[in-house]
């Protein structure tokens, strides 16, 4: 596609136009919405609220980043490329733009507003395995990240396929396929993610179930239900706050660009703490993914009419600990291997945040304590929430399912055990 135009809406509101011509991308907000929305954010910090357009060069290129960091990558990408024949990303946006990360959602030039459609129930008896999954890429929006993910929407309790003209509210994260039962990644992710905010980690809500083999039911933080209608939030991640490609995610995701993230707060030296926090808790899961648009922030505008980010709720834990080693992938461990950095390894990464190093001793070792503490009462706690599902068919966990938990938990406190010395 050599060029195209498309109308950019931040909830509902024309906030401006996406050109593309060739490989240059701009981007020109809107003059009615600029007069209009004075408290309202811009795109990103990096695109900050101006009459001029931003006009990729050669070397810069803000706009292709800013846009192309709401899409997936790695395997994820190639399926939808090839259910929706677009191989390119401004023909995903085009194809795929009615329900995208945050406040924005795209609509071509060239095209018709979407029409109203006929959502379809999603069961356990229709679509109980990832054989399933593709067909249902037609109706989805986009989300980030190399997981197989599907948006969808919440009437009640009942899940359903996204109409292209609303907002999605949930996200299914689906596991693999050809297991029975729930599926390691599922019961991973969902193990850990559940232990974080046992200790006093704010996470997104979710729910597991049995859709597609083994899913993730997760609770959208940039969406909010208000009167009937769903409101898009804006909300970035650490890529589009700091002008980074998604290309650059792992490389990018250094201790200076935690202290730069920080600084774009309303209260810095609270969320700098938070951030160390979550670094400790990934290196006692062993998480070796750890990548910069891992991090959510919403944006607001203060009476200054500067922009403020504030960090969202922590998502993607998963434990590696089983593998033979675990060489982290963020810049920030420098090539450390998960499996044998040490206690005051992670404390130098605390130095390179700018953070205290004195405060940052006491935090990580009460992270650690707290952890192993919760550690003991997890299992009980899951049995108990599976059964009390809300939003899908209650399910039990057999022993294969139990065991799989329990080798999670054990490589954990392991860690901790480690790391403590």
Known sequence: MNHSALNVFQDKRLVGELRVDGDCWQFAY???WLRAEIFAPGLSPQLAKRKQPFVDTGASKPVQDFFENML??????????EVSGQQDSLGLLTRMGHDLPGSLSLQSQDRHPAQPQSTQR???????NMRHFSRLLETSGVIPGNQPKLSADLHGTVISTLDAQQASRLIIKAGSSGQQGISEPVLNEWYCTRLAKQIGFDTSFFEVSRLFGGSMIIRRFDRMR?????????VINGCQALGISQSQAF????????????TQTSQPNKVLRRLFAWVC??????????ALNDLSFSM?????????????????LSSELSSPTLPAKASLFRGLDLKSITFDQVIDIADDMNYNTEAAYVDFEAILHSTRDSLQGMEALLKKEITQVRTYESIRMGEAELGYLRSVGRSIEQQIDRLIG
Do not use: C, H, W
Request: no cysteine; glycine share 6%; aromatic share 6%.
């Open 226 to 234: 208000v009167n009937g209608s769903v409101d898009r939030l804006p």
């Open 72 to 81: 997936p990558d790695g395997s994820m990408r190639t399926l939808i490329a």
């Open 300 to 316: 607001s505008v203060d009476e200054q009419r500067s922009t403020k980010l504030e960090l969202m709720p922590i998502y993607d």
């Open 281 to 290: 808790y990934n290196t006692i899961i062993g998480n070796s993914d750890l």
């Open 251 to 262: 490389e990018a995701m250094t201790a200076k660009s935690l202290y730069e993230l920080s």
């Open 122 to 128: 999603l069961s356990v008896g229709a679509f109980p």
């Open 30 to 32: 809107d003059d009615v």
